[in-house]
């Protein structure tokens, strides 16, 4: 490992062994384990190996894993009925619905119908106003799993000028908030924003979630800065050979740089341990209520 990697996957395997015993504990008391139920709807292969690492995330920790895989022909309204059932299902307490959908699903009206309580991706309409208005409540997994590993290493956040790239409802926009809850000064940067590179050039912290690979080089960043790579993208070389990069150019910025996440082994493995931290905070709730 390098000096100046935020080593995601290490962070991830302690929140995991921390969770273990945590869910042993409350396992013995309660009767049950928490639950988790992932919804894929199709045959995208990335999405089945996203769905194969929660699952076997769930089984080191002690969740069941109430995993459904559906036909690309499933309809709008099986889909919601199935939802329905798990919102009432008491042995479920996170529930997810895999992205991307096939086209001809509503991705956010299904998401509208998940239980906010059991809402483990954090993307229900009340959660994510409940972030805005900074109260309690389940946080989309990818920007807590960013947060909590600032934490892991000690980073102040307070009065840094934080800069997100991307502005969408899964990383970019919940990014924002949680760094501005933070004491961060923070602007959202996209496609259309103007002599980007100057933009993020001021920024003390760069968070690059724009899924467009190895975009942000070093004429992006300034020396010293903090840089979060969000982005996973596949890439075939001259050679045929495919393989996975984020969306900053590691090469060019990782010597200038005072922290950056890697990519793989940086944000990846955080999401899963938060979309688990996540599943276990909902199971607390409602045993203790």
Known sequence: MMDNLLDGKSTAKKIQAELQEQVQTWQTKVGRSPGLAVIMVGDN????????????????????????????ETSQEELTDVIHELNQNEQVDG??????????????GLLYEIDPKKDADGLHPEN??????????LRSCTPAGVMRLFQEYNIELKGKHAVVLGRSILVGKPMALMLLEADCTVTI????????????????IVVGAVG?????????????????????????????KSRLV???????????????????GGIGPM???????NTFWSYLETVRS
């Not at 089945?48 to 895989?69: D, L, M, P, W």
């Not at 467009?212 to 045929?240: C, L």
């Open 212 to 240: 467009r690979p190895q975009m942000i080089t070093a004429d992006f960043v300034k020396p010293g800065a903090i840089v979060i790579d969000v982005g996973i993208n596949k890439i075939t070389d001259a050679n045929g």
């Open 246 to 264: 984020g969306d900053v150019d590691f090469n060019s910025v990782q010597p200038i740089a005072q922290y950056i996440t890697p990519v793989p």
């Open 95 to 108: 529930i997810l619905v895999q992205l991307p959908l096939p086209a001809n699903l509503d991705s956010v």
């Open 189 to 204: 940067a996209h496609s259309k924003t103007k002599d980007l590179a100057k933009v993020t050039r001021d920024a003390d």
């Open 45 to 72: 292969p990335a999405s089945a190996v996203y769905v194969r690492n929660k699952e076997q995330a769930c089984a080191k920790v002690g969740i069941t894993s109430f995993g459904q895989h559906f036909s690309t």
């Open 271 to 277: 999401t899963v341990a938060m979309l688990l931290q």
């Open 128 to 137: 994510l106003g409940r972030l805005a208005r900074g109260e309690k409540g």
